[in-house]
């Protein structure tokens, strides 16, 4: 149990440990030996995982609660006097078994003799009994449990992120940094005629979620460009769940076409063949952001009313998943977006985290700002995350705090992987 319960992390790691210990049979015979009943050390275990089981959701939850913060230096005091006591035990235990081996040529009668004496002595170091101790750590890990609710504390990662509200195509161009690479190549390919000989091109953005896909393709869809380029466009988030029939209702509704009486229906039918001939022959961009496996299964149906939208219509996918672009049949090659480079995650950080972007003013805090800028390993929506976090934030302590939690660094990256 406690191995599915036990995390990567650090404290984790450490009360790990200490189960290894507390089922060592060195251990277990010497705790009985002191007569410590199984139930009291089995009341030990349960509330070391008690306190395990959030012990996730509180790494995370600590930087923007101060209560948990103090939660977690008492679970790791508590968890270090644990370990203190279980090493005393044990190295008591292997003096017993030791001075018992050496005795065990004298006959077994004074070998028990032996470690009877010694289970029975109250050890000189030990201000007071096992048990009593035993019986005050559990007490201890007794109070930090029954904070766990008041907290907030969830097993597990605890809440997930909220979640994302649906995209839309307008953004804030001044806070965009980088991506102009990948930005001009794309805009080659909306601008060029089809290359394959499917009427309307498909064109993937592929990347984990928070590389900035969908920030991507709001640039392209604004850039002047292809404003001029293209008739008709329309922005539609697709996200994880989608109905042929909403998309559908959305496309007509993005390009203006839809009118109440669109919106109100669920004719399927009839709503294919209004988007059908509202694209008449015009040059449509359509950009579908944020498309799951799940939601490219429509888009064999989907795209049939957009086949007679003009020549050099263009469809912009962006996905987590290269087999959505691959189903989509994305035109060759996929748009793998990669990390944001280092200085313009700097520059993101930076913009957030001190007022009006100027870190002039605070250099102790610039050398700290830019390794955790750099921790974020290219991931915008981290860099913005921790960016926010430390935004008027002066002081260096919680700078190096931030830095120094790897742990939490991390957990955010894996967030977004999933
Ligand atoms: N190049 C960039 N410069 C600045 N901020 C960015 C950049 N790319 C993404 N972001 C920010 O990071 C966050 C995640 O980006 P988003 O485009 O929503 O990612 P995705 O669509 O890949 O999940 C957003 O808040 C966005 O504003
Ligand atoms: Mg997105």
């Known amino acids: 149990m406690a191995l599915e319960l036990v995390g990567g992390a650090f404290l984790s790691a450490s009360l790990q440990v200490l189960f290894d210990r507390l089922a060592s049979s060195e251990v277990l015979n010497f705790i009985r030996g002191q007569k410590l009943s199984d139930s009291l050390l089995s009341k030990l275990k349960i509330k070391l995982l008690t306190v395990d089981a959030v012990l996730n959701h509180a790494e995370m939850k600590q930087f923007t609660d101060p209560a948990v913060k103090e939660w977690l230096l008492h679970v790791k005091g508590t968890l270090y006097d644990a370990e203190d006591l279980l090493d005393e035990i044990a190295t008591e235990a292997l003096r017993c078994k030791m001075e018992a081996d050496d005795h065990s040529q004298t006959g077994s009668a004074q070998v028990w003799n032996s470690i009877s004496t010694w289970v029975k002595t109250p050890f000189v170091n030990y201000p007071s009994s096992i048990e009593s101790r035993v019986k005050e750590m559990i007490g201890k890990l007794e109070d930090l449990a029954q904070a766990i609710d008041k907290l907030g504390l969830k097993p597990g990662d605890g809440e997930k992120l909220p979640p994302r509200s649906p995209s839309t195509s307008l953004v804030d161009e001044s806070c965009v940094f980088g991506r102009n690479e990948i930005k001009e190549e794309m805009i080659k ?14 064109i993937s953005i592929v990347g984990m979620g928070g590389a900035g896909k969908t920030t991507l393709a709001q640039l392209l869809y604004n850039d002047v460009r292809v404003k001029e380029r293209f008739d008709l466009k329309a922005w539609v988030c697709v996200s994880e769940e989608s109905l042929l029939v909403r998309l559908t209702k959305l496309i007509l509704e993005g390009i203006g076409c839809a009118t109440p009486f669109d919106m109100q229906s669920d004719n399927l039918d009839l709503l294919q063949l209004k988007l059908k001939g509202s694209l008449g022959d015009k040059k449509f961009l359509l950009v579908l952001d944020d498309v799951w496996e799940k939601g490219c299964s429509e888009w064999d149906r989907l795209r049939i ?21 691959e189903v989509m049949q994305a035109v060759h090659p996929h748009h793998l977006l990669g990390e944001l480079s280092a200085e313009d995650c700097w ?56 830095l120094e939690s790897e742990i939490w660094a991390g957990k955010i990256l894996k967030f977004f992987h999933r």
Do not use: M, Y
Request: proline share 3%; hydrophobic share 40%; charged share 25%.
């Open 347 to 402: 520059s993101l950080f930076k913009n957030l985290a001190f007022e009006n972007g100027d870190s002039t003013t605070f250099p102790q805090l610039e050398s700290i700002g830019r390794k955790i800028a750099a921790k974020c390993q290219g991931l915008p929506l981290a860099v913005k995350a921790l960016g926010s976090l430390l935004h008027s934030k002066v002081d260096k302590r919680e700078w190096e705090e931030i």
């Open 189 to 202: 390919r909306l601008l060029s005629d089809n290359v394959s000989t499917n009427k309307i091109d498909v």
């Open 305 to 325: 009313p957009l086949l007679d939208a003009g020549k050099g219509s263009k469809v912009v996918v962006t996905t987590r998943n290269t087999k959505v672009a």
